[in-house]
């Protein structure tokens, strides 16, 4: 089993502009669930939303191409792909000659679906949109729909995370809440560099205490993990101590190398939500 201690992370690392396909490093998402106390079955549903704003590739006559790669990876894959090497993967496309726009995409969704579902007993694919610059005007920047936390005027002193903090009012009428706060920050497991991010908490049964939740939220502040981590984190806690009776936890977190990493689950299947980038993105 791979760790991230084993991925180029925190080190120097050469600019390859050939492709290579080699540069992706899977990530085992088992330790990290086993410590939450997850079992194969998972409780959730979901994806990872990735953007790629970094990608270009040369026509079979030189000319350099450019677009934007959204690409889907299940929750229920084995592996994450650790995020520099993506990058590492994406430049290599810079100097290769590809046929079409759709060869690069189909390269891009085997290459990932393969370090993604590596070591699986049963393989599957994600999903990969590329967006060319004519569709580049159409991309909207929208922030996360529900009620701010952030209006709440409290005291925080906790920075790492602290699911205690989380209460509701389980004696009460059962509610339906969208809430919302871009005060979510963590560092990179390896690194210890700082992700920024929104987060999206939507939820039908007892009333969520919402100061309790904005400090549990803001408690993440120096805690180290990595994106889809704090997300799986995020879900259990509220969804072992305030039991609701569906649950969806979507965040969006500011990209870094050129790629965003906007993690998504929910207790109950349905469409993933649009894959739109707040402001700060």
């Not at 990058?87 to 370090?115: C, G, H, P, Q």
């Not at 205690?164 to 009428?173: G, I, N, P, Y």
């Not at 039908?204 to 180290?224: A, C, E, K, T």
């Amino acid at each position: 089993m791979t760790t991230p201690e084993q991925s180029l992370l925190g080190k120097p690392a050469p600019y390859v502009d050939r492709y290579d396909p080699s540069l992706l490093f899977p990530l085992s998402r088992r330790p990290k669930r086993d410590e939450l106390g997850l079992s194969a079955t998972l409780p959730f549903f979901g994806a990872d939303l990735w953007t790629a704003f970094e990608l270009s590739w040369l026509t079979l006559r030189g000319k350099p191409q450019v677009a934007i790669a959204h690409v889907t990876v299940p929750c229920e894959t084995p592996n994450i792909v650790e995020s520099k090497s993506f990058k590492l993967y994406l430049n290599s496309f810079t100097n290769s000659r590809f046929a079409s726009a759709d060869e690069v995409r189909d390269r891009i969704r085997a290459d990932i679906s393969e370090a993604a579902w590596r070591g699986a007993a049963t393989q599957s694919s994600v999903g990969v949109k590329l967006l060319l610059p004519d569709q580049f005007d159409k991309e909207p920047v929208h922030e996360l729909d529900g009620l701010s936390l952030d209006r709440l005027d409290i005291e925080c002193t906790d920075y790492q995370p602290r699911p205690e903090l989380l209460t509701a009012a389980f004696d009460e009428k059962p509610v339906d809440e969208t809430l919302t706060s871009n005060l979510l920050k963590s560092n990179c497991l390896v690194t210890g560099q700082p992700d920024w991010g929104s987060v999206q908490i939507r939820y039908s049964g007892p009333q969520i205490d919402q100061g309790g939740l904005l400090r549990y939220l803001v408690s993440f502040r120096n805690h180290n993990e990595f994106h889809e981590q704090c997300v799986e984190r995020i879900f259990m806690d509220v969804w072992r101590r305030c039991k609701p009776a569906k649950l969806m936890v979507y965040a969006r977190y500011t990209r870094r190398g050129g790629l965003d990493i906007n993690p998504w689950r929910t207790s109950h299947p349905g469409a993933p939500p649009p894959n739109v980038r707040t402001a700060r993105q």
